[in-house]
């Protein structure tokens, strides 16, 4: 009998010697941990944007304690676990009671899971029977041996179910109550503590009667351990229940997808954009869309940035994610005449041209190509100012011709911005949107127009240091185009004190219309078109891209600019107070075209009835031009090339053409008289 009992005692001992070893083995639950989550795409002030699910498509959230109301903590642990802080994972207390009331009652009266039990029950699901139970005490003794109970109740408070796919306190807050879990009602800890033992059947949107009972019950239990006045469980029970589930935000969508598939193993996804710019953006994209039409076949792109920091508030990928998923600020297209500030400025860099220079804007040839003007007409002699307010597309090639189409492209690729054709295959036709970019890079050379020249990327990360920053045109030639835009007639109804510049852009079939605007705090950038990239119907830039832009300057906040301070040095000119060079544009570096009379046509034979008028047609030379008809003056100077006079009468007309700088042409003619 002796032998008997030291086997007894040694068997006891080995066995205990192997569950305490069992206890300081890391349980297999560990591997679940850390739980992951749905990704957060923030704003830049930690405002939620956007949600993705969690894998098996869950809404969780991490808990966090510090982050949770203590008054929630308290009460959720005086109905569930009371001596959660105290015990190693499972309560002998607690499975005493339900041992007795099981027997005496011959049901299950209470529970007897902990806190800790429950968070291995949600990590390792198993059926409820009673060697689960006892397989779920003895996770539960392992995780208290290698988790705080901080980590326990955080992960606990994580994963559990809340109805539907809704996981874990802070997003049961936030799909039911609009709300993170910092600050909650009596009546609300009562509802979330319920929630768990019956997620399903008390589902406030779906069954309210269940869920207020189940409220009451344990408002009832919380008064009667004296952890609520009887007062505060009157007043819990009148507030209403959540009626409905609210939807997931669900703000920038398309970047938001780029932003997690860069980082796709992280939870918490930092954004530039501010959550009340973007959603004022969105909702004027939304009315912009309905506007469009056409089933969808039309949508728009935005961008805002701030100047500053270069950093973009808001992201309108399209105009609604059922319209088009795609990214449209990242589509090249062709710019129309989105480029022609650029085009000025640079002219206006190397000397060649001044705001009050004056330009011919007629039709001509350059090469091989024969461009015209949108509308299809000419308004001779121009200044350069108005050329670009106008967006005339003649003087603009002619521009570019001297400037150089390489030069143009070299400079934007210098700062890194590259257009659809490389600087070998440029052309003229660069002036007129012969090429393509995207909203993003043509954006980001506009806020460089609002901060004298000085350009640096955009860029959606809030963290990220200030970009490089390099020269688009030097201050002086900035200003001038800052100026010429900015004495464009204010738009009518604009309610905003910032004076807006901006540039649109039709691209060729109509395909692209572009309103790219800025002030000293912002630049926003509009694009319209069709996400196949097929041809659109007879709209501008000017009457679809353009009420867009200013509706988006009008939903930022009210803005007072300062006085605009030219660059030191800078003098404003009148066009007489220009030097020679300046006051008149030629197409060549080297030498002015020599004027020519085009009509009449030397050795022709003109016929005048009523009251004969002649009319003579001059091309090249610098104005101001002087006109002799057989040796005599027929009028004082003129600018333009174009002139009518009385007839000299019947027989031989021997015309003459002097410019400013003495050169002549000659041409004769017979003058007939009908009667």
């Not at 009667?224 to 469980?233: H, P």
């Not at 705001?355 to 308004?379: M, Q």
């Not at 852009?505 to 069709?530: E, L, M, P």
């Not at 660059?567 to 008149?584: D, E, T, V």
Request: aromatic share 8%.
């Amino acid at each position: 009998m002796k032998k008997f009992r030291l086997v007894l005692l040694a068997a006891a001992v080995l066995n205990c010697g192997l569950f305490f070893a069992y206890l300081a083995l890391p349980p297999p639950l560990l591997r679940r941990l850390p739980v992951p989550c749905s990704a957060q795409v923030l704003d830049r002030d930690g405002k939620l944007l956007h949600l993705f699910t969690a894998p098996g498509g869950y809404w969780r959230l991490p808990a966090r304690l510090e982050r949770i109301d203590p008054d929630f903590i308290r009460l959720l642990l005086a109905c569930e676990d009371k001596r959660f802080w105290s015990h190693w994972g499972v309560d002998p207390l607690a499975l005493g009671r339900a041992v007795r009331q099981l027997a005496g009652h011959g049901r299950a009266v209470s529970g007897a899971s902990t806190i800790t039990m429950q968070t291995v029950r949600l990590l390792h699901p198993r059926p409820r029977t009673v060697r689960s139970k006892l397989i779920e005490m003895a996770e539960a003794l392992r995780l208290e041996r290698h988790l705080s109970k901080r980590e326990i109740l955080e992960t606990y408070l994580t994963l559990a179910p809340y109805g539907g796919n809704i996981e874990g306190i802070e997003a049961a807050c936030f799909f039911y109550f609009q709300k993170d879990a910092a600050r909650l009602t009596p009546s609300e800890a009562a509802l979330l503590i319920s929630l768990p033992q019956s997620p399903e059947r008390r589902r406030p949107d779906r069954h309210p009667a269940q869920a207020e009972l189940a409220r009451s019950r344990v408002l009832e239990r919380l008064t009667e351990k004296e952890l609520l006045s009887a007062d505060q469980a009157n007043l819990a029970r009148t507030q209403p229940l959540p009626a409905k589930r609210q939807s997931a935000p669900f703000l920038a969508p398309q970047f938001s997808r780029q932003l997690r598939a860069l980082q796709p193993d992280k939870e918490l996804l930092l954004s530039s954009l501010d959550r009340a710019a973007q959603e004022k953006m969105e909702a004027i994209a939304a009315q912009a869309q309905q506007r469009l039409g056409e089933e969808g076949k039309r949508t728009l792109a935005l961008l805002a940035v701030d100047n500053r920091s270069r950093q973009v508030l808001a992201h309108v990928g399209s105009g609604g994610w059922r319209i088009s998923s795609l990214d449209l600020t990242k589509a090249r297209r062709s710019p129309g005449s989105a480029l022609k500030p650029f085009i000025y400025g640079l002219a206006f860099e190397q000397g060649i041209l001044h705001p009050e220079t004056l330009i011919l804007d007629r039709p001509d040839r350059f090469g091989s190509y024969g461009p015209d003007n949108f509308d299809r007409t000419h308004h001779g002699w121009v200044s350069v100012r108005e050329a670009l307010q106008r967006s005339l597309n003649l003087p603009a090639v002619q521009v570019l011709e001297r400037v150089g189409p390489q030069n143009l492209l070299a400079r934007f690729a210098s700062l890194g911005v590259f257009m659809g054709h490389s600087q070998a295959e440029a052309g003229l036709s660069l002036a007129l949107g012969g090429t393509a970019t995207n909203l993003r890079d043509l954006t980001a050379l506009y806020a460089a127009l609002a901060d004298q020249g000085e350009f640096r990327p955009i860029t959606f990360n809030p963290a990220a240091p200030p970009g490089p920053e390099n020269r688009l045109l030097v201050p002086t030639a900035a200003w001038q185009v800052d100026e010429i835009l900015r004495s464009l007639p204010a738009a009518a109804g604009l309610q905003t004190t910032a004076k807006i510049r901006y540039k649109t852009g039709t691209s060729y079939g109509f395909r692209d219309a572009w309103a790219i605007g800025y002030t000293r705090q912002h630049t926003i950038g509009v694009w319209v078109g069709r996400p196949d990239g097929g041809y659109g119907k007879r709209t501008t830039g000017a009457e679809l891209a353009v009420p867009v832009l200013l509706q988006a300057f009008a939903a930022l906040p009210a803005q007072v600019e300062a006085a605009d301070i030219p660059p030191a040095g800078f003098r404003r000119l009148s066009h007489n107070q220009l030097p020679p060079h300046l006051q008149y544009f030629s197409r060549s570096a080297t030498e002015q075209s020599q004027p020519r009379i085009y009509y009449p046509v030397d050795g022709s034979s003109l016929h005048l009835s009523g009251e004969p008028v002649l009319v003579l047609k001059a091309h090249g030379g610098t104005p101001p031009f002087h006109w002799l008809i057989n040796g005599q003056p027929v009028a004082k100077e003129q600018q333009s090339e174009i002139i009518s006079c009385p007839s000299p009468g019947p027989g031989l007309a021997r015309i003459t053409l002097i410019d400013s700088q003495g050169r002549r042409d000659r041409v004769s003619v017979w003058v007939n008289l009908e009667e």
